[in-house]
């Protein structure tokens, strides 16, 4: 079974911190993601990946960037955390491949006082 | 701009057969996908439709009709486990997925 695991299931953080959310596959998929995720918004794409060392803005990039130094992992980091970010964060991994299902963590609450 | 539309709540009896519909407007189109989500848990994949017909997988049917730019998730002999949110998804190129805002399903005993 592929797994996605996020490094921390809840997290509280003050307004102005550096936040870094990490994010491991361990199935070789070419292609991560993150997602936040608010009520009756749905998932919207912050930045995905398709390849070591590159990356893509996805529809809400803002305040937020994003590393892949390695295939299996992929980082979200906010630079100056704002209470606007608290929110539910999702990675998921896929293999490249038309048609290929995308495969979540379980998340992370982040919330920013 | 790019979107989705589904309805925000649906709730059906045990045993039914309820339907999930999905209009999509986007720059381009290369699949409908299925993501069924419990709460507090993580979406899992349940479908993808890349051309018009009907796809069937157990109790879940989806279906496209890329003329119209519309397809529905059909779930059958319902049980009270399928009570969750449910999403569609379009891929219009390259490796961006675009998501709808959700369909909460309640299914009553």
């Known amino acids: 079974d592929v797994k996605v695991t996020q490094s921390s299931r809840y997290l509280v953080k003050r307004t102005g911190e550096k936040v870094f959310l990490e994010c491991v596959q361990d199935?070789?998929?070419?292609?991560m993601f993150w997602y936040r995720q608010d009520p009756g918004l749905g998932l919207r794409l912050i930045y995905f990946?398709?390849?070591?060392?590159?990356?893509e803005k996805g529809d809400i990039p803002e305040g937020y960037s994003v590393s892949r130094e390695k295939k299996e992992r992929f980082s979200l980091i906010l630079e100056s955390a704002s209470t606007n970010q608290t929110s539910m964060y999702l990675c998921?991994?896929?293999?490249?491949?038309?048609?290929?299902?995308?495969?979540f963590g379980d998340g992370t609450r982040l919330s920013i006082l | 701009g790019q979107s989705l539309e589904q309805p925000s709540e649906v709730t059906a009896v045990e045993g039914a057969i309820v339907q999930i519909n999905c209009t999509y407007q986007?720059?381009?189109?290369?699949?409908l996908s299925w993501y069924q989500q419990h709460d507090g848990g993580a979406p899992t994949f349940l479908s993808y439709?890349?051309?018009?017909g009907l796809e069937e997988t157990g109790r879940f049917s989806s279906f496209l009709s890329r003329s119209d730019s519309y397809g529905y998730l059909l779930l059958q002999e319902l049980q009270m486990k399928d009570s969750a949110s449910y999403f569609c998804?379009?891929?219009?190129?390259?490796?961006?997925?675009?998501f709808g805002a959700g369909t909460r399903l309640f299914v009553k005993a």
């Open positions: 998921a991994s896929s293999p490249r491949g038309e048609g290929q299902p995308q495969h």
């Open positions: 199935m070789d998929h070419e292609n």
């Open positions: 990946s398709y390849d070591v060392k590159m990356k």
């Open positions: 986007t720059s381009g189109f290369y699949g």
């Open positions: 439709n890349a051309l018009d």
């Open positions: 998804a379009v891929r219009p190129g390259g490796f961006k997925t675009i």
